[in-house]
């Protein structure tokens, strides 16, 4: 099978929004006229970012949902995306599943196949997307405010469990092994949330790389600090606050690695946002228009990060990051 065969087997459609789509030399695409770009790339390497052993529907879904989910975090409303493809060779199994679980949550989200490019080299998928947004209202990292709230959207930390679990440094039920597996191999992009969220949430970020360094970026673009009350990763109510998102899987956890796993552990591409204390109903409204669980986990001070424990003291935030809770 030859390069431009590959490409019209498994990555050429009738163009939808597109004027023009893949097959020439370059896609054209009319912009909704009064609406903003949002432009996202992300890249995926095998041994980096993903095992070869991974089921190749699976790589398709998550080669797209890291890139949307950046849209999310930006309040996009995704439109089309390219995709670079390096692959050892054209093994049409795989490809067939490839194109599968990327077509799949494509369409999920109408968003489309507009180009790319393909060549032989280690695997590599580099995709870049784009969606729209009303001009100014786009949810930026710098837009954090010293009293607002702080939510995460779904649950964080299983992605790591199960990666834990590939590494052998933590055994698990298989049926909370799968559920974990499932986390980290088709994360959910949460578009509609982000969406709901422009012109209620002040700023946002997507959770790659772990709750407390990706929060770290807000921070820094804001100018501002955090409290994060970690008693929402064991569900234990403070009479106020609903943590709907509660995961009893990473709860049964040693502490010291339910905390790890929350906190530092990457590959949820769940919503990290704020929002003014006023807006309380309308980020609850946000979430049931989405249907997206959303739970409210500390709030932005002047500066500095505490993380404080079910008791109200601070932990060490260092030691989560030094210290290999898994060894
Ligand atoms: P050129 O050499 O002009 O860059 P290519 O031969 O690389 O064109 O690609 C031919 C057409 O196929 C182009 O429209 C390109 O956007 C598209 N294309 C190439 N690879 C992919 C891919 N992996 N997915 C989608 N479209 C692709
Ligand atoms: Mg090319």
New binding site residues.
């Given amino acids: 099978m030859g390069e431009f065969e590959l490409?019209e087997r498994y990555?050429k459609r009738p163009p939808q929004r597109a004027q023009v789509g893949?097959?020439?030399?370059c896609?054209i695409w009319m912009p909704t006229p009064g609406q903003a770009l949002a432009i996202s790339s992300d890249m995926l390497v095998e041994g980096r970012h993903f095992l070869s052993t991974v089921d190749p529907a699976a790589l398709g879904h998550k080669a797209l949902a890291v890139n949307l989910s950046d849209l999310a975090a930006c309040g996009a409303t995704p439109c089309a995306f390219t995709?670079?493809?390096a692959l050892p060779q054209a093994d049409d199994a795989w490809l067939s599943g490839f194109a599968q679980g990327l077509w799949a949550l494509a369409d999920a989200h109408g968003c489309e196949?507009i180009?790319?490019?393909?060549t032989r080299g280690p695997l590599t998928i580099a995709i870049t997307v784009w969606g729209e947004l009303p001009p100014g209202q786009a949810l930026l990292r710098s837009a954090a405010q010293v009293g607002d709230d702080i939510y995460i959207s779904g649950v964080v930390g299983q992605a790591r469990m199960a990666l834990e679990v590939f590494r052998g440094q933590l055994r698990l039920p298989s049926d909370a092994f799968e559920r974990a597996r499932a986390r980290m191999e088709r994360p959910t992009p949460r578009v509609a949330l982000g969406q709901a969220l422009r012109g209620v949430a002040h700023a946002a970020i997507d959770l790659s790389d772990g709750l407390l360094g990706d929060l770290g970026h807000i921070l820094k673009a804001s100018g501002v600090g955090a409290d994060i009350d970690s008693r929402w990763l064991l569900h234990a109510s403070d009479g106020d606050t609903a943590w709907p998102a509660h995961c009893p899987d990473l709860a049964a956890l040693p502490w010291a690695q339910t905390l790890a796993c929350g906190l530092t552990g990457g590959d949820d591409y769940e919503l990290l946002f704020t929002a003014a204390p006023e807006h309380r109903a309308a980020v609850l409204a946000a979430a049931q228009a989405s249907a997206t669980p959303v739970s409210r986990v500390g709030h932005i001070t002047p500066a500095g990060l505490r993380v404080l424990d079910p008791q109200g003291q601070a932990i060490d935030v260092s030691s989560l990051a030094s210290f290999d809770h898994f060894a």
């Fill in positions: 490409i990555f893949v097959g020439d030399d896609a995709l670079a493809l196949l180009g790319g490019d393909t």
